[in-house]
């Protein structure tokens, strides 16, 4: 069972920046790859963005393409979410996501993930 704890999440003004954490209890993560989803109020869970188990494969949603980077330090079993030149609309509950299967692409579907954090609330005002 991998339990993960998300945070860094907050209030911030649009065109700004925040940085999310996701510590793992699991050793070692690197048995794992990672994603991000997020979930809009009043909406559905979606994709946001996932790294490969060593860190050098990665692939975002279009609509966070060129502002978020996702990263990960397995030795400190952490994965990061770094967004910039926030928007309202990225309003959401955020949340990590662990994927144990071994897959020719990276997850991108709610139910390829296994284990999930409790999610962070990020608030973008305008």
Do not use: H
């Amino acid at each position: 069972q991998v339990q993960l704890v998300e945070s860094g999440g907050g209030l911030v003004q649009a065109g700004g920046s925040l940085r999310l954490s996701c510590a793992a209890s699991e050793r070692p993560l690197s048995n794992y790859a990672m994603g991000w989803f997020r979930q809009p109020p009043g909406k559905e869970r979606e994709f946001v963005a996932a790294i490969s188990q060593s860190g050098e494969n990665t692939y975002y949603a279009d609509s966070v393409k060129g502002r978020f980077t996702i990263s990960r330090d397995n030795a400190k079993n952490t994965v990061y979410l770094q967004m910039s030149s926030l928007k309202p609309e990225d309003t959401a509950v955020y949340y990590c996501a662990a994927d144990a299967a071994r897959r020719q692409r990276l997850g991108r579907r709610v139910y390829e993930y296994r284990y999930w954090g409790q999610g962070t609330q990020v608030t973008v005002s305008s």
